[in-house]
């Protein structure tokens, strides 16, 4: 694979977690990549952060739109255009990644193949503990981790641990059912395939199932990257869910379809209409000069 990696950094209006998202980040034994944080409208506090950044080892991109509510599968579509890597990995704004995370990813990618990860949550006291008094938890040891399962400050120890699995990690090639959108990792060529998220979920909800059903579906098999890339997820109030059922209701419609694409993808956001196309890239800014800048709105769906 080409050595550029592209991490993709979902946030909205959590400038805390992210300035401790980026902190990790910035920690990788693993320096081959670039960070593109993809803005749901947030307000300037986050463009703050951002540019207080700008030292980061790694090149660092800020790539923002409008706030018209939870548009998260859009906003990552805007950051798969500004980015540069040929490998995007994406990771919610509020997890935590420990030093070798860049590193595990690049090992387990694999032409054909997604990479799921999973998650260890952390609990509501030990995440406003981290925030308040910037813990580096991301470095610490198994045995700090086993302490702090003991006293319930996270769900799960066992994750925390590297194992090589091998060949299982394909044993779930073809279940879409399970896998999380916070920490997953696949070729920039696949996700033009099947052209990108679709931003026709909106609200919390599906949009993450959408994508892994659309590429399984065109022949690109999940691969499991737990005990290897697992992330440290801080505590937050469940978001709105509203949308949730119609979401699932859209979910449902492409279960019953034969269909690849999205039908609100990345060639909604340029001059083409298929995935073919090559993308103009979205008006984004390097932190360093000016932090942030609102994107162009989106075509007209023909």
Not at 88 to 106: E, Q, S, Y
Not at 148 to 158: K, M, T
Not at 189 to 211: H, K, N, P, Q, Y
Request: aromatic fraction near 6%; hydrophobic fraction near 40%.
């Amino acid at each position: 694979m080409a050595d550029l990696i592209s991490v993709v950094v979902s946030t909205y209006n959590r400038e805390d977690a992210l300035e401790a998202v980026l902190r990790s980040l910035s920690r990788q034994i693993d320096l081959q990549f670039e960070v593109v944080v993809a803005d749901d409208g947030s307000d300037a506090a986050t463009a703050r952060v951002v540019e207080s950044w700008s030292h980061m080892p790694v090149a660092l991109k800020h790539v923002r739109h409008e706030d018209r509510g939870f548009r998260l599968a859009e906003i990552r579509n805007r950051a798969i255009l500004a980015s540069a890597g040929s490998y995007c990995i994406f990771l919610d704004g509020d997890c935590l990644v420990r030093p070798n995370f860049v590193a595990a990813h690049r090992r387990l990618a694999e032409p054909g193949c997604f990479v799921t990860g999973n998650r260890v949550q952390l609990s509501q006291k030990l995440s406003r503990r981290i925030l308040a008094e910037r813990l580096e938890v991301e470095t610490w040891p198994p045995g700090h981790w086993a302490a702090h399962r003991v006293r319930g400050d996270i769900n799960r120890f066992l994750p925390l641990l590297r194992l090589p699995l091998g060949p299982l990690r394909k044993r779930v090639g073809r279940r879409w059912r399970g896998a999380q959108g916070c920490n997953m990792a696949l070729f920039r060529s696949d996700i033009e395939r099947v052209d990108g998220f679709d931003a026709a979920f909106t609200g919390w909800g599906r949009e993450d199932s959408d994508m892994f059903v659309r590429l399984i579906r065109h022949g690109v098999r999940r691969k499991d990257g737990r005990h290897a890339t697992t992330v440290l997820h801080l505590w937050h109030q469940q978001s709105d869910r509203s949308k949730l059922a119609a979401n699932e209701e859209k979910l449902d419609l492409l279960l019953r379809s034969e269909r690849v694409g999205a039908s609100q993808g990345l060639s909604t956001l340029g001059e083409g209409t298929g995935p073919a196309h090559r993308f103009p890239e979205p008006i984004c800014h390097q932190a360093g000069s000016r932090a942030c800048a609102e994107v162009a709105e989106p075509r007209a769906l023909p």
